[in-house]
């Protein structure tokens, strides 16, 4: 599905127990939505456009974080 920035931008900001941030391995679940073509200094044209979010999880609850996923992207994107 394509969504806009906004959209995307909305449902990392809605997420209750990621945070934003990078991972090196740590504890907590984090999430960083990156926009892959304005990020590398190699061609991009093989690359789909658009941000790509992607998700480092910790070590909270299985369930907890599949319910704060479904709760952000039930307020994002309908």
């Known amino acids: ?3 806009t ?3 995307v931008d909305a449902f990392c900001d809605g ?3 990621f945070k934003l941030g990078y991972s090196w391995g740590g ?3 984090l999430v960083v939505p990156y926009e892959l073509p304005s990020m590398r200094s190699q061609s991009t044209q093989h690359l789909r ?3 790509l979010v992607r998700f480092s999880i910790g070590l909270e609850s299985a ?3 599949q ?3 479904q709760q952000a ?3 994002a994107f309908t």
């Open 5 to 7: 920035q906004a959209q």
């Open 49 to 51: 456009q658009g941000t």
């Open 73 to 75: 992207m039930d307020r």
């Open 67 to 69: 319910r704060d996923l």
């Open 15 to 17: 997420l209750r127990l």
């Open 27 to 29: 504890p907590m679940s």
């Open 63 to 65: 369930q907890d974080l």
């Open 1 to 3: 599905a394509r969504h």
